[in-house]
């Protein structure tokens, strides 16, 4: 059975008493075994945080923290594939709606001259995802935390969760509901938190990067919404805080994938 170990750890600054949550925990779905340990401490000493169940077996824990030195580690050893995601009547309505940083209803007529010529869903999945590659450099701290699809496109270029946003976007606006994904993604150059997208194709979600930057076959859910305010790795209400570090890792005990735009993937 496959393995992957995946872990993460950040290192926060509150500086004005403030609720926070985090969304780095492998999502609940049926089909994995997870061996997990997830720790939170304040100035050394530890916290206890609470865990809500979000969508798609999202896990989002908050905890309420004053002024400090916090850091999460969560380590887990995963074997197993996931079940397919099921597919459900509001996933249709909910993933074909523009959203804050996936502005479809911006992409209408754009879309249809770029790719309305194209009739089967799977041709046009491959050529949204080559398109956006092609056309989108990679570049590290170019994008800013409010760019939406819109301003990757004038722009460009971006990361991860940019080319998953201009995707996302370009596929509602010709009619196939999409979503974004957080992940755990081994091979990942550079290693991060990654975005991808994920798009309802007959009957089926199939996850799509337009990066290439690791094979979709080894990548591990995290969480799943409409954009990524949904599916943020650290978020807080109210209060002050500072981001000082993070380290994201991710490993599969078998060989990395090859992968191509031409396959149909889904998330396991």
């Not at 978020?235 to 990395?256: F, K, P, Q």
Request: net charge negative; hydrophobic share 40%.
């Amino acid at each position: 059975m496959t393995k992957r170990e995946v872990g993460s750890s950040l290192h926060v600054s509150v500086t004005e008493p403030t609720t926070l949550e985090f969304q780095i925990t492998v999502a609940a779905l049926p089909g994995l075994q997870v061996n997990e340990s997830l720790t939170v401490t304040v100035d050394g000493s530890p916290v206890t945080v609470r865990e809500i169940a979000g969508e798609h077996g999202t896990r989002i824990h908050t905890g309420e923290f004053g002024v400090g030195d916090v850091r999460i580690n969560y380590e887990a050893t995963v074997t197993g594939r996931a079940e397919p995601p099921p597919v459900r009547d509001i996933d249709a309505s909910t993933y074909l709606r523009p959203s804050r940083y996936a502005e479809a209803d911006k992409f209408f007529g754009f879309a249809a001259t770029e790719f309305g010529q194209y009739t089967d869903s799977v041709t046009v999945l491959e050529k949204v995802s080559s398109w956006v590659g092609t056309r989108l450099k990679y570049v590290p701290g170019s994008s800013d935390p409010i760019d939406g699809a819109t301003d990757t496109l004038l722009a460009g270029a971006g990361v991860c969760r940019d080319y998953a946003h201009l995707v996302i976007a370009l596929l509602r606006a010709v009619n196939i509901p999409a979503r974004l994904v957080s992940v755990y993604a081994p091979g990942c150059d550079p290693m991060d938190f990654h975005a991808v997208a994920e798009a309802l194709i007959d009957g089926d979600w199939r996850v799509v990067d337009a990066t290439c930057l690791a094979p979709r076959q080894a990548m591990l859910r995290i969480a799943t919404g409409r954009d990524a305010a949904d599916t943020a790795f650290l978020d807080n209400h109210r209060g002050a805080i500072d981001l000082r570090d993070m380290m994201v890792t991710a490993v599969t005990s078998d060989d990395l994938p090859r992968d191509s735009v031409e396959d149909l993937v889904t998330l396991g």
